[in-house]
């Protein structure tokens, strides 16, 4: 089961940014900010999403893509929104070839067609001063049943953005990953408490990575699992938010403050 959580993984890092030559914008979500410059007059943050429908006997494909406007840093955003369109095109093309390719194989075998599927859902979780999105990914591949992945995406609005990496958020130094162990272990075992399954041993939850999926919400630093990375299909992908409260002093200042106003 962990090498297939493996394959499933390696093809969900590059969903995110899946789109095709003529996409349909869809409504887009206004996304309030103060304005941080020296004027009376509110930005806009907007988050607009190119939906990709695509309906073909070997496939079925369903993703939205965001697309930010209104950051502060306008290089940063046009390098964002540009390079998730290039990446995009390939891999599309990508899943679609390999969709082919399987249905050929089973017409040659004798077998029934089994249409591969592809459902990209973003969900905005933090905006403001900080950009935190969750991708919810489906994936089937022929197989006896799909894959569910998550993919996370966290920026740091200011006049230089950068996206953030889980290490980004944590000061230079700080033993952040023995905190967030801790915590995550603790809810773990509260949670078999009342009834749920994750796996044990070398199966289960170790510990995070600096590249961990994580968003921020309300606040609350939540990490995020892949569905099979730690714990039976039934558990989905689990999540585990931590209060700020409980890592603020292994928190780099301009990110604790970035959530508080976001």
């Not at 369109?85 to 089994?114: H, S, W």
């Not at 459902?119 to 089937?140: C, H, M, R, T």
């Not at 272990?185 to 999926?213: W, Y």
Request: proline share 4%.
């Amino acid at each position: 089961m962990k090498a297939n959580a493996l394959t499933w993984f390696i093809i969900a890092i590059s969903i995110f940014t899946y789109t095709v030559e003529t996409p349909l914008i869809v409504q887009a979500e206004q996304l309030h900010l103060p304005d941080m410059k020296a004027s009376s007059k509110a930005e806009d943050l907007s988050i607009t999403y190119e939906e990709v429908k695509e309906t073909e006997p070997e496939y079925k494909i369903n993703v939205k893509i965001p697309s930010i406007k209104g950051m502060k840093d306008d290089v940063f955003q046009m390098k964002f929104n540009v390079g998730i369109k290039a990446k995009a095109e390939k891999k599309i093309g990508e899943f679609k070839k390999e969709a082919v390719q399987f249905a050929k194989e089973l017409e040659q075998k004798g077998q029934p067609l089994r249409p591969f599927q592809l459902q990209v859902d973003p969900a905005v979780k933090k905006k403001g001063e900080l950009i935190s999105i969750l991708n919810e990914v489906f994936v089937y591949k022929g197989g006896a049943n799909g894959i569910q992945k998550v993919q996370t995406l966290n920026i740091l609005n200011q006049n230089q953005a950068k996206k953030l990496s889980f290490s980004d958020i944590f000061k230079e130094g700080a033993d952040y990953k023995k905190k967030v162990n801790e915590l995550v272990k603790q809810a773990i075992e509260r949670r078999r408490e009342a009834g749920e399954a994750f796996f044990e041993g070398e199966e289960g939850f170790q510990t995070a990575t600096k590249d961990q999926s994580f968003y921020f919400e309300d606040r609350k630093l939540v990490l995020v699992f892949d569905e099979y990375e730690i714990a039976p299909g039934v558990m989905g992908t689990p999540a585990f938010p931590i209060s700020l409260e409980d890592i603020k002093d292994l928190l780099k200042p301009e990110i604790y403050n970035a959530v508080l106003h976001s």
